[in-house]
C-alpha cells in the first residue's frame, strides 16, 4: 500500500497527520501488521529510525484502554511500545517500534525454546504480581464475557462452519459444560489477564526480552487464563509433559512471590485445563467468525490444532467426558470437508474478479 492508493481515506488521513503534524512528509509509510480486530499497523522510518502507526478507526475501536493498559505495564517496566504521539479524535498513534521478528517466527526456525520460554513466563510473573489496583482500571473477565466468548463455538463453529444442527440434548450438553468451565474460571484468583498472550504476540527484543503487543483487551480475571494462552498456543504446540513441566514451574514461582494461591498441583493443572477448553472453545469460534464475517481466512489453518487441544483436554477429564464424545462423533466426521469447503471459497474470493467483455 502506498500513498497513491486514493480509495483508502485512513491511510491518506495517516499520511496526512506524519507529514503535517508530525514532520514525516517524505517519509516512507508501509504496512507492518494487522490483527483480528479493525486495527492497522503501519511502519514509517525518517532518518535512519523506524516507528509504528497504529490506525485504530474511533468508530470501531477505542485508544482508552490501548493508552490505558500500555501506561499500566510500561510503569512495571515491561517492553511495550512507548507512545510518541497522539491523534485520540482520529483514532491514531505513533509509536515505538518493537520489530518484525515474532517469537513464532523464531521458535519455528529452533531458537532456545527454554529461553524465550523462561523470559515470556518473567514477563508474565510481573504481570501478575504488579501491586498497583488494576481492578478498578480494567474490566472483569466476568460470568456474562466469560458464557458470550464460548457462544461462538454453537454460532459461528459448529453452525456455520460444520454446517451442523444442533438438537436439545445436545444443546444441554454445551450447557452443562459451559457451567462447568465458567465455574472453573471463577473459582480461580482474580489477576491482571492480557487475554491474548502468545507466540504472535510476543517479540524477539535484545534488551527487556519479550516485546509485548495487544494488550489492550487486558482485564482482571482467571490466573491462569494467560498461562494457558502461552503453553497451549493456537499457532505453535508443545508436548504435554513440556507444558505441564512449564505450567508446575510457573505456579511455584508464583509461591514464590507471595501469591495467595491455596490450590495444590492438581488443582492448578485441572485450573489450567479447564481454562484451556474455555479459551479454545472461544477461538474456534473467533477463527471460522473472522474467516466468514470478516474474511479473513488465513486463521482456517489453525483450526485444527485449536480442535486437537480441546479433543485431548475434554478426553482428559470425566467431567468432560461428554464434550470429547461430542467431539468424536459429532465434529470429526464434519470437520476435514468443512476446511476444504472454507478453503476453496477463500482461494475463490482471492481470484480477480474476471472482466466482464465489452
Not at 502468545?198 to 495487544?214: E, F, K, T, W, Y
Request: hydrophobic share 45%; net charge neutral.
Amino acid at each position: 500500500m502506498t500513498p497513491s492508493d486514493a480509495g483508502d481515506l485512513r491511510f491518506l488521513e495517516i499520511t496526512r497527520w506524519l507529514a503535517e503534524d508530525l514532520g514525516f512528509a517524505g517519509s516512507p509509510v508501509v504496512p507492518a501488521s494487522s490483527d483480528a480486530s479493525f486495527r492497522r499497523y503501519f511502519r514509517v522510518t525518517r532518518a535512519g529510525e523506524s516507528y509504528i502507526v497504529m490506525d485504530a478507526p474511533p468508530e470501531k475501536e477505542s485508544l482508552g484502554p490501548y493508552l490505558r493498559v500500555a501506561a499500566m505495564l510500561a510503569a512495571s517496566g515491561l517492553n511495550v511500545p512507548r507512545v510518541l504521539a497522539l491523534h485520540e479524535a482520529r483514532g491514531l498513534v505513533l509509536i515505538s517500534d518493537l520489530g518484525s521478528r515474532q517469537y513464532l517466527d523464531a521458535l519455528a526456525q529452533g531458537e532456545d525454546v527454554e529461553r524465550l520460554y523462561a523470559d515470556a513466563l518473567d514477563a508474565l510473573l510481573v504481570m501478575q504480581s504488579m501491586r498497583r489496583p488494576f481492578a478498578s482500571e480494567l474490566p472483569a473477565y466476568d460470568r456474562a464475557l466469560l458464557m458470550r466468548e464460548m457462544e461462538l463455538l454453537p454460532e459461528w463453529f459448529l453452525r456455520r462452519h460444520l454446517r451442523l444442527d444442533i438438537g436439545r440434548a445436545e444443546r444441554a450438553m454445551l450447557d452443562r459444560l459451559f457451567e462447568q468451565l465458567l465455574q472453573s474460571a471463577l473459582a480461580q484468583p482474580a489477576t491482571f489477564v492480557h487475554r491474548d498472550y502468545h507466540s504472535r504476540n510476543l517479540m524477539i527484543a535484545d534488551q527487556a526480552n519479550p516485546g509485548i503487543l495487544d494488550f489492550q483487551d487486558a482485564v482482571v480475571g482467571p490466573l491462569t487464563y494467560d498461562l494457558v494462552s502461552l503453553l497451549r498456543d493456537c499457532y505453535i504446540a508443545w508436548p504435554r509433559h513440556r507444558v505441564r513441566a512449564w505450567a508446575l514451574g510457573y505456579r511455584r514461582r508464583l509461591l514464590e512471590r507471595g501469591f495467595a494461591l491455596a490450590a495444590g498441583e492438581e488443582q492448578f493443572m485441572r485450573w489450567f485445563d479447564m481454562m484451556g477448553l474455555q479459551r479454545h472453545i472461544k477461538v474456534l469460534g473467533i477463527f471460522c467468525r473472522l474467516n466468514y464475517r470478516d474474511r479473513k481466512s488465513q486463521y482456517l489453518a489453525d483450526l485444527p490444532r485449536v480442535l486437537d487441544y480441546l479433543r485431548a483436554v475434554a478426553a482428559a477429564h470425566p467431567e468432560t467426558g461428554e464434550f470429547a464424545e461430542f467431539i468424536t462423533s459429532r465434529i470429526d466426521g464434519q470437520f476435514e470437508q468443512a476446511q476444504a469447503r472454507a478453503l476453496a471459497q477463500a482461494r475463490a474470493e482471492a481470484q480477480p474478479q474476471a472482466r466482464a467483455p465489452s
